[in-house]
């Protein structure tokens, strides 16, 4: 096994992040290398997202012969790990097959007990001949100190070229937050950046499981699906299905997916944007209104501070929070996007008229 940058890609809401976390996964379990899957929720500690899979995957490798001893070495450190931040972190919950080791993983320092932690399973896992690579989901959600510490430990690991490896996702300020952490994060990870398709890839994106049921759609219709969707993998998924269910007959016309969309939107606005929606107070309502008033973004903080009759330093508070729940993120200083694709629209639908200015 020869040492590799982890990666982490980076998007909006809806470009097929997860579902490429969870390909890249199935590939590298084909092809025999221990994984660890894990999505971070908002108020989720790290360690107790790590500990469980992490004993899993220790256990599967002590079936090892020649990697036994080293296993059971990293399952004590585990051991050692959990009750030493047990204090700390109330919410790690993990089976502890073996007595700690002193001194190994147990200061109840989270750095330097996870990197002890990580360097005891990658040597386990490069004795049997095998990697192991931690699949994280929803990364932007972590605390910075614990991702001071995930990166201290793989920066660790990659300089005592052991396997062990980081495919994480996350919203785009997750690049700026793992560069807060630590400020060698840059040079020790990859950042794709998952978008929107091209127009070309978004055709085939419609076209090709149509035609693999033996079904045609005219290039009005599929401009018109293109055009409204954004070229976004998730509302391709949706315009595609209502499309389909609409149109009587092959081919799917233009007025099939006319048709379409006023159940596409509908379906959209109950679930992958309602749900969003439903989490946030009143006054973060407002502002993610005032914002989408002034369109798509990104914009200003002072223009949408001008939307509301307030000063920017009121709002701070409410953008910072906006923030941490993943709502909305800043490309530059002083730049407010959304994180969900077409969220403009949605707010102006659910919050018509004035009356949210009151």
């Known amino acids: ?8 890609m980076v998007g909006l809401r809806g470009v097929g992040k997860t579902v490429l976390l969870d390909r890249m ?29 992490l004993r899993q995957a220790l256990l599967r490798l002590s079936r090892v012969e020649r990697a036994r001893d080293l296993s059971t070495r990293a399952l004590r450190a585990l051991s050692g790990f959990a009750r030493s931040l047990k204090v700390k972190y109330a919410d790690i919950e993990v089976g502890l097959d073996f007595d700690p080791e002193p001194g190994l993983a147990d200061n109840g320092d989270l750095e330097h007990d996870l990197l002890a932690l990580l360097e005891s ?18 990364l932007q959600y972590v605390e910075e100190d614990e991702l001071a510490a995930l990166i201290t430990a793989l920066h660790r690991t990659a300089q005592r070229k052991l396997p062990v490896i980081l495919i994480g996702a996350g919203l785009p300020q997750l690049r700026g937050r793992m560069g807060h952490a630590k400020s060698y994060a840059e040079r020790l990870f990859e950042f794709p950046e998952i978008g929107a398709l091209p127009g070309d890839a978004a055709r085939v ?24 969707t954004h070229g976004y993998p998730y509302f391709l998924q949706e315009w595609g299905k209502h499309s389909w269910e609409t149109a009587p007959a092959s081919p799917i016309a233009e007025s099939d997916v006319e048709t379409a969309s006023a159940g596409a939107v509908a379906a959209l606005d109950e679930s992958f944007f309602r749900v969003r929606f439903d989490r946030l107070t009143p006054a973060e309502r407002r502002y993610l209104r005032a914002m989408a008033e002034l369109g798509p973004g990104p914009h200003r903080s002072g223009d949408i501070a001008a939307e ?25 200083h002083g730049d407010t996007a959304f994180t969900v694709p077409l969220f403009d629209e949605f707010m102006r639908r659910i919050m018509p008229g004035n009356a949210w200015r009151d």
């Open 1 to 8: 096994m020869l040492p590799a940058r982890s990666l982490l």
């Open 121 to 138: 399973a990658g040597e386990a896992a490069r004795e049997a001949g095998t990697a192991l690579a931690l699949f994280i989901d929803e």
């Open 205 to 228: 994106a419609i076209t090709k499981p149509l035609h693999d049921q033996h079904v045609d759609i005219t290039p009005e219709a599929l401009d018109r699906i293109v055009g409204e």
């Open 308 to 332: 509301l009759d307030r000063n920017v330093t009121s709002l701070g508070p409410t953008r910072s929070q906006l923030i941490v729940k993943g709502m909305i993120w800043s490309p530059n």
């Open 25 to 53: 996964r199935d590939d590298a379990e084909a092809a025999g290398i221990h994984t660890l899957r894990m999505e971070a929720p908002e108020g989720r500690s790290l360690p107790a997202l790590l500990a469980p899979q």
